[in-house]
């Protein structure tokens, strides 16, 4: 018995030995950048404020400037959000790649997707599925986009006249039902597992998103890992529906059957593997699914909390559409100042608040002179970028009219305003996104106002996407 315990003590000891050896070449190899002491094994999480990812960021910036060193536990991360040396690392896609988190972690959900994948795999995918997400092609889909936000506002929140609701039910069934029809010509309002699918996707990136952010492993015997696996096998299930729908009305088209130009062609065309468009699909959806729908929740929570933002908004909605509902792209283009609240409600509301790169050689941060050694983790805060006091005024101010001659469109590399990311690895739907914001707030802003919750405050965690754990709560008042 004694000996079984002496041989386990001495293969912890060992392990413990080898992670503290890791720890101090690690801790050489960057001893040139700057940082708050760091311990063995924990890194920073002895810090009470550390697990509080984005406060203890911001803390560290002002303290280091604007690249440090951060240990989310015995290995190290480069926080970087120098604008110029971001757009070295998002534009360099060969040095700094997508590295473990993606392909072990964020994998287990996206498969090798857009999201996750690297090099020749990445450029072949997007190039198959860009031509479907550019504006000639998502502005067809906006007759779609019109009638079922129309359907969703009669649905909930005309019920919920003079009563609080949580915005995410609203916010996350549309974004799905859009994605579906745009996506595969799929109606999600008919189909019964919708509020499985809306559940399976914000609860796999909630889950995908912890283990990244607090470095937790995602082995398969955890339950909550376990049951993801089968959440994500499911899913698999569900697209080989979609994929099976379309199959069969393409063997029985009529000869005056058109079929929509939409990804699920453009996979099918490519012949992609049964794996593959599983993947896909999967990647699509859930990368779309929980931004589009915060983005919403964030928007309306921020209308309601300035009333004179909000009739500004419909003030312009009257002017472009007066009672029209049928909104085209002119009338689109010409809601300027609403595209304006739109960016200032995602430089507050970063929705995908980090993203980070692993370089794969010895690297040179130009504008900073500053070494990255090979298989370094480079994490990029969009979220605290988007309010470094260098670059915005007042930064946590709610102020839209800040974006008025600026000439920013949905991104700026130059003030380090990345909400969709940048590169050739940009978000893919940033222009759906917009284009399905500003119709369903057209819509939502001709028929009703939001009105603030006294004593709400939406409670943040930054996982892959920033959601709020306590929901969006704002009362609804039909005009
Ligand atoms: C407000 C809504 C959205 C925000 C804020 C957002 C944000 C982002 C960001 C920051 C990235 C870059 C990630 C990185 O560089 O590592 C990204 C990538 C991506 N997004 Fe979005 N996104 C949104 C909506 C959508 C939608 C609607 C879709 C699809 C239907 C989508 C699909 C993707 C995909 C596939 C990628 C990976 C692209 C690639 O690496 O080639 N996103 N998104």
Same mark, same amino acid.
């Given at each position: 018995?004694?000996?079984?315990? /002496? ?13 503290? !050896? ?58 970087? @959000? ?11 896609? &060969?040095?700094?790649? &997508? ?14 997707? +857009? ?8 450029? /072949? ?75 399976? !996707? ?130 689109? &283009? ?35 002179? @500053?070494? #990255? ?8 805060? +969009? ?37 969709? /990311? ?5 978000? #893919? ?9 500003? #119709? ?23 996982? #892959? ?15």
């Amino acid at each position: 018995m004694i000996s079984v315990l /002496g041989a386990i003590f001495s293969v912890i000891g060992a392990g413990l030995a080898v992670m503290i !050896v890791q720890f101090l070449m690690e801790m050489l190899k960057i001893s040139h950048i700057p940082a708050t002491l760091a311990l063995p094994l924990v890194g920073h999480l002895y810090h009470p404020g550390a697990p509080m990812v984005m406060k203890f960021l911001s803390v560290m910036r002002r303290r280091h400037g604007k690249i440090f060193a951060f240990w989310p536990g015995n290995s190290p991360m480069i926080v970087v @959000m120098e604008p110029k040396c971001v757009r070295q690392i998002l534009t360099d896609t &060969k040095t700094f790649i &997508k590295g473990a988190d993606y392909s072990n972690k964020f994998a287990l959900v996206f498969g090798e997707g +857009l999201v996750t994948s690297n090099g020749d795999k990445h450029r /072949g995918d997007r190039g198959c599925l860009s031509k479907f997400f550019v504006r000639g092609a998502i502005e067809k889909y906006m007759d779609f986009m019109v009638q079922e936000t129309q359907l969703m506002i009669q649905e909930t929140m005309v019920p919920a006249n003079g009563k609080e609701i949580d915005l995410q039910e609203f916010f996350h069934m549309l974004a799905l039902r859009v994605f579906g029809y745009f996506a595969a010509g799929h109606d999600y309002s008919k189909d019964p597992e919708a509020k499985w699918i809306n559940h399976c !996707v914000s609860n796999g990136s909630n889950i995908i998103g912890e283990h990244i952010v607090l470095g937790l492993p995602v082995w398969g015997f955890i339950p909550r890992i376990k049951s993801l696996k089968a959440d994500v096998a499911k899913m698999h299930q569900h697209v080989e529906k979609l994929i099976q729908a379309r199959e069969k009305q393409r063997s029985e088209a009529k000869p005056d059957w058109v079929e929509p130009e939409d990804p699920l062609k453009g996979m099918l065309d490519a012949k992609m593997s049964r794996k593959e468009m599983y993947e896909q699909f999967t990647t699509l959806l859930s990368a779309g699914h929980d931004t589009t729908a915060f983005f919403g929740c964030y928007m309306a929570y921020l209308l309601a909390s300035h009333p004179e933002v909000q009739q500004k908004v419909k003030d312009e909605v009257k002017e472009v559409l007066g009672d029209r509902t049928d909104i085209k792209p002119e009338d689109a &283009k010409k809601m300027t100042y609403t595209a304006n609240v739109m960016k200032e409600v995602l430089r507050l509301y970063t929705v995908i608040p980090f993203v980070n790169r692993t370089t794969v050689k010895d690297v040179n941060l130009r504008e900073n002179n @500053m070494k #990255i050694p090979s298989g370094t983790t480079c994490l990029v805060p +969009l979220c605290l970028m988007n309010r470094d006091p260098d670059v915005w005024e007042d930064p946590n101010e709610f102020r839209p009219e800040r974006f008025e001659g600026l000439g920013i469109s949905d991104n700026s590399a130059k003030h380090g305003y990345l909400p969709f /990311g940048y590169g050739s690895r940009t978000c #893919i739907g940033n222009t759906l996104a917009l284009i399905e914001g500003n #119709i369903m707030f057209a819509l939502l802003m001709q028929k009703l106002t939001f009105k603030k919750v006294e004593d709400f405050k939406p409670k943040i965690t930054a996982g #892959i996407s920033l959601v709020s754990s306590n929901g969006i709560r704002v009362r609804v008042e039909l005009d």
